[in-house]
């Protein structure tokens, strides 16, 4: 099987030949990675390549620095530069201790002002560039699925521009402001993926955080009251133009209590399944005829931190959760960070992979 093939495969709940696989890195390790393969600078997808990869990525639309650096790795933020995106958000450059370079937000452009008379929305036209979109699908739909990514796709951006706190108080106490933010953040996303199904991407990637380990950052009822019919809307404006699209939804955190809802508004994939705070294999159970699940691998303790065997464990523990009967892209559930073992640790998880995900799966 190509990598076309495997993918639809699994996402039509049949086995393919192997588990398919993806992962991201923060742009210090991809870095790492490229120098210890002999790697040409100038492409950071190599390493999708090298490691069998079996989705290409191409994030679309007025995304956050710290998603456009993971295809522009050599294009670290330095620390303690500003620098703001199409929204008008304003980020911070820094190094962590771990030598991971970071920016971080600063400037909420609504953050003292509860109407829209200051500000300008940017515009698809104006501030969207699919050319790389279209190279892409123009160089590699033929042998891998085109995955087209716009993540903070209502959520996010709304607090990234209005502050946390302020957001979260508005969808209490300044309702109608609260939906007309969403909207318009909704419709600027919605033109964005609506051109990228009819370009020709095979899955639209959408995303906002709503969980953290402990629980949803807003309850499930405020989640769906403002967010379940947004996504609704954008499901199922996508799925007119092409009924055969695959919609994959990213979240990280405690979600399991709208996992139904989801699957109610016509979502196919679900990413990021963090294991510390979900029940992978519960949720399998559940959901695994009608959803398929992408992610899963623990990135904050055993890839960075784990000994040769707590990595080996891992991808086998994930693959015995998630894996049977297809329906299961492998790949770590957020973004693989700086660590003294991570390099060592990223070629034991795909010599991992390579024994251990062919089906028929064994344990």
């Given at each position: 099987?190509?990598?076309?093939?495997?993918?639809?495969?699994?996402?039509?709940h049949?086995?393919?030949?192997?588990?398919?696989?993806?992962?991201?890195?923060?742009?210090?390790?991809?870095?790492?990675?490229?120098?210890?393969?002999?790697?040409?600078?100038?492409?950071?997808?190599?390493?999708?390549?090298?490691?069998g990869?079996?989705?290409?990525?191409?994030?679309?639309?007025?995304t956050?620095?710290w998603?456009?650096?993971?295809?522009?790795?050599?294009n670290l933020p330095?620390?303690?530069?500003?620098?703001k995106?199409?929204w008008?958000?304003?980020?911070?450059?820094?190094?962590?201790?771990?030598?991971?370079?970071?920016?971080?937000?600063n400037?909420h452009?609504?953050?003292?002002?509860?109407d829209?008379?200051?500000?300008?929305?940017?515009?698809?036209?104006?501030?969207?560039?699919?050319?790389?979109?279209?190279?892409i699908?123009?160089?590699?739909?033929?042998?891998?699925?085109?995955?087209?990514?716009?993540?903070?796709?209502?959520?996010?951006?709304?607090w990234?521009?209005r502050?946390?706190?302020?957001f979260?108080?508005?969808?209490?106490?300044?309702?109608?402001?609260?939906?007309?933010?969403?909207?318009?953040?909704?419709?600027?996303?919605?033109?964005?993926?609506?051109?990228?199904?009819?370009?020709?991407?095979?899955i639209?990637?959408?995303?906002?955080?709503?969980g953290?380990?402990?629980?949803m950052i807003?309850?499930?009822?405020?989640?769906r009251k403002?967010?379940k019919?947004?996504?609704?809307?954008?499901?199922?404006?996508?799925?007119?133009i092409?009924?055969?699209?695959?919609i994959?939804?990213?979240?990280d955190?405690v979600?399991?209590?709208?996992?139904?809802?989801f699957?109610?508004?016509?979502?196919?994939?679900?990413?990021?399944?963090?294991?510390?705070?979900?029940?992978?294999e519960?949720?399998?159970?559940t959901?695994g005829?009608?959803?398929?699940?992408?992610?899963?691998?623990?990135?904050?303790?055993?890839?960075?931190?784990?000994?040769?065997?707590?990595?080996?464990?891992?991808?086998?523990?994930r693959?015995k959760q998630?894996?049977?009967?297809?329906?299961?892209?492998?790949?770590?559930?957020?973004?693989?960070?700086?660590?003294?073992?991570?390099?060592?640790?990223?070629?034991?998880?795909?010599?991992?992979l390579?024994?251990?995900?062919?089906?028929?799966?064994?344990?």
């Amino acid at each position: 099987m190509d990598s076309r093939e495997r993918v639809f495969t699994a996402l039509s709940h049949k086995q393919p030949d192997r588990i398919p696989r993806f992962n991201w890195f923060a742009p210090d390790v991809s870095n790492k990675l490229r120098d210890a393969l002999g790697l040409k600078k100038d492409n950071p997808r190599l390493l999708d390549f090298e490691f069998g990869h079996d989705w290409i990525v191409e994030f679309v639309g007025i995304t956050s620095p710290w998603v456009t650096q993971i295809y522009t790795p050599d294009n670290l933020p330095q620390d303690g530069i500003f620098l703001k995106d199409a929204w008008s958000i304003g980020y911070k450059g820094y190094i962590d201790k771990s030598g991971g370079s970071y920016p971080s937000i600063n400037f909420h452009p609504l953050a003292k002002s509860a109407d829209f008379s200051n500000y300008t929305f940017p515009t698809v036209q104006k501030d969207v560039d699919f050319a790389p979109l279209k190279k892409i699908i123009h160089e590699y739909k033929k042998n891998y699925p085109i995955v087209s990514a716009t993540p903070s796709t209502v959520f996010e951006t709304s607090w990234y521009l209005r502050g946390f706190e302020n957001f979260l108080s508005d969808l209490v106490i300044n309702q109608d402001f609260a939906e007309e933010l969403m909207d318009r953040v909704m419709q600027v996303n919605l033109e964005i993926t609506q051109k990228a199904v009819e370009l020709g991407a095979d899955i639209i990637w959408l995303g906002d955080d709503i969980g953290m380990e402990t629980g949803m950052i807003i309850s499930p009822q405020i989640w769906r009251k403002y967010l379940k019919p947004r996504y609704a809307k954008i499901i199922n404006t996508l799925k007119k133009i092409n009924k055969d699209i695959f919609i994959a939804y990213h979240t990280d955190g405690v979600i399991e209590s709208v996992i139904s809802d989801f699957v109610e508004i016509g979502l196919d994939v679900l990413n990021s399944l963090q294991a510390n705070c979900n029940d992978l294999e519960a949720i399998k159970q559940t959901f695994g005829s009608i959803l398929s699940f992408w992610g899963g691998v623990d990135v904050q303790h055993a890839v960075p931190f784990g000994k040769p065997e707590e990595v080996v464990g891992e991808v086998k523990t994930r693959i015995k959760q998630l894996g049977q009967d297809g329906g299961f892209i492998i790949c770590a559930s957020n973004g693989i960070e700086p660590s003294e073992r991570i390099i060592e640790n990223i070629f034991i998880y795909y010599w991992a992979l390579e024994k251990y995900g062919k089906y028929p799966l064994k344990n």
